[in-house]
């Protein structure tokens, strides 16, 4: 079993920015797909990043381009999220997800296996 640990969520004002961290204990992995997700209130969750096994491939959703970037450290077992010039439509919680067996980038929350718990992002305007 694999636990995910979301950490580093807040309340900022817009144009700020945060660092969300996702460790991964247990039956841990380095290899593995990782990837963000968000989930605003009364809103589907959303694709927000994913990052392959090698942290070589990234692909972001068209609303954090430019502005989000998620890296890796495959010897913490760690995925980052650094979140610049936040607006406020970036409120949600913010949830990491993991796939022990793809090495490439994933963007259908399906096809992930493990989940954090989420943390609270909010950004006031």
């Known amino acids: 079993q694999v636990q995910l640990v979301e950490s580093g969520g807040g309340l900022v004002q817009a144009g700020g920015s945060l660092r969300l961290s996702c460790a991964a204990s247990?039956?841990?992995?380095?290899?593995?797909?990782r990837g963000w997700f968000r989930q605003a209130p009364g809103k589907e969750r959303e694709f927000v990043t994913a990052?392959?096994?090698?942290?070589?491939?990234?692909y972001y959703a068209d609303s954090v381009k430019g502005r989000f970037t998620i890296s890796r450290d495959n010897a913490k077992n760690t995925v980052y999220l650094q979140m610049n010039s936040l607006k406020p439509e970036d409120t949600a919680v913010y949830y990491c997800?993991?796939?022990?067996?793809?090495?490439?980038?994933?963007?259908?929350?399906?096809?992930?296996?493990?989940w954090g718990q989420g943390t609270q992002v909010t950004v006031s305007p």
């Open positions: 247990g039956r841990t992995f380095s290899s593995n797909a």
């Open positions: 997800a993991a796939d022990p067996s793809w090495a490439g980038v994933l963007v259908d929350a399906a096809e992930y296996d493990y």
């Open positions: 990052i392959s096994r090698s942290g070589g491939a990234t």
